[in-house]
């Protein structure tokens, strides 16, 4: 099966229905929150966090199996039930309502796959294997996560606070690229890696001057910014849903 990688934005308020109460149903419904999401929880059972999750009433949850209607209105649908039986009414639903679906472990239901997701702030990096091997999408997530610490977070922070005016003061396009290739093929990630944020924005300014640094927050901030993103990353994934990759 080849596949074509997307990326899904404007979910704000769209509705989410999700199916099944299990540790993977939670995962995903983590995400669809953080993107906004209007999400619809349909189980009999659910885990202790989504439960919390809808006495916070940050989702809907209702506890029962799927009827007739459920996905009336909604956006795209994620299936976290083991059994192919049930998913078939849920899958002939979908695509008379048109909304998007995803089945999990079980390709021939779903119109999008949802790989394993590596988050580091504005980073995102999504990895599948077309369905054959969720497990090792699971792995090479948790590579990735050991290699790539809250210093790209911050990184990215710092390059979004440039893009305009760096865009004012190098109308050129092939200066402007040369000066952010110049930033990525730097130290300044080893020096924000190394919480020596003082120096990385001495660094900056080096490449692409005081006018344009000026736009940078202080080391302060970079400091405050650097321990959000650590204490966001704290929890590894890896470690506490290993027991639930999918084989």
Request: glycine share 6%.
């Amino acid at each position: 099966m080849r596949v074509y990688p997307i990326f899904l934005n404007n979910l704000d308020g769209r509705r989410c229905v999700v199916f099944g109460g299990t540790h993977e149903a939670e995962r995903k419904v983590a995400d669809l929150l953080a993107c906004g999401a209007d999400v619809v929880l349909i189980s009999e059972t659910a885990t202790p966090q989504l439960q919390q999750w809808a006495r916070e009433g940050r989702l809907t949850w209702h506890a029962r199996n799927y009827q007739p209607g459920d996905l009336k209105g909604a956006f795209l649908t994620i299936v976290a039930i083991p059994d192919p039986q049930a998913t078939e009414p849920i899958w002939q639903e979908a695509q008379r309502e048109r909304v998007l679906i995803n089945a999990m472990d079980d390709v021939p239901h779903c119109t999008f796959v949802a790989g394993a997701v590596v988050r580091r702030g504005p980073l995102v990096i999504a990895i599948s294997t077309s369905g054959q091997s969720p497990a090792l999408a699971v792995r090479l997530r948790e590579m990735l996560e050991q290699h790539l610490g809250p210093e790209y977070a911050l990184f990215l922070d710092l390059m979004g606070a440039l893009r305009l005016p760096m865009a004012t003061h190098y109308p050129d396009f092939g200066e402007r690229k040369a000066r952010w290739y110049a930033l990525v093929d730097s130290n300044v990630l080893d020096l924000l890696r190394q919480q020596r944020f003082a120096a990385a924005r001495t660094r900056i300014s080096e490449l692409v001057g005081e006018p344009v640094a000026a736009a940078l927050p202080d080391p302060d901030t970079m400091a405050r910014l650097f321990a959000h993103y650590q204490d966001e990353y704290a929890w590894s994934p890896s470690s506490n849903l290993n027991a639930h990759a999918p084989p």
